[in-house]
């Protein structure tokens, strides 16, 4: 049987050669890819929380997503090379994402924003560049928890106390969630903020 993923409403499709990227011959649901894939993201997690250099560089932004489904996708840790619905110019990815983690140091350094902003900030920023072929969405939120905690500061409950459901799936809290990417598309980010921490 032949693997065809479902998407949940706000997540990018893949085109053939990207789904042709699947490690595992065996997957023919998105149940079990969807196994597959917390299990490689929980050993990703496990590294990151090793890691003991700079988190805020842009190799790390690669390697994080690399280890998070290396088990699973071929293109793990590459960024994107197509252009999808959503995200910006692929070529222009690299230099966004180095940008990004300067910026993000300048506003701790400058104390710039409380850090409930900051990270909501550099968690739609993260997004809105999209680096990646698919799993951008847990990659970012790994990676402003990693933030978070770094710097000693509570990490986003990414909605669960408010909302039912799983970001990962059709949900009251994807939804949200994604509503809240998009108000913060406009600048407007007090609606992430809130989220971040509900």
Known sequence: MIFKPHYPPGATPL???ELAGLIPRFITTQGE??????ENILNGKSWA??????ILEEPFVRGL???????VWKWAGQYRT?????????????????????????????SS????????????????IHPFVNGNGRQARLHTELLALQYEQNAPTWGARKFEGELENESDARKHYIECLKLADQKKFSHLIDFLYS
């Open 82 to 110: 197509s252009q999808k619905t959503i995200g910006i110019k692929a070529h222009q990815i690299s230099t966004q994402i180095i940008l990004l983690m300067q910026d993000t140091q300048t506003w701790i350094d400058h």
């Open 113 to 128: 924003y409380q850090w409930q902003e900051l990270l909501a900030r550099f968690h739609h920023r993260l997004v809105f």
């Open 49 to 54: 929380m090793k890691y003991k250099r700079e």
């Open 33 to 38: 890819l969807n196994i597959l894939e917390q």
């Open 65 to 71: 997503h690399k280890k998070m489904y290396q088990d």
């Open 15 to 17: 085109d053939p050669d």
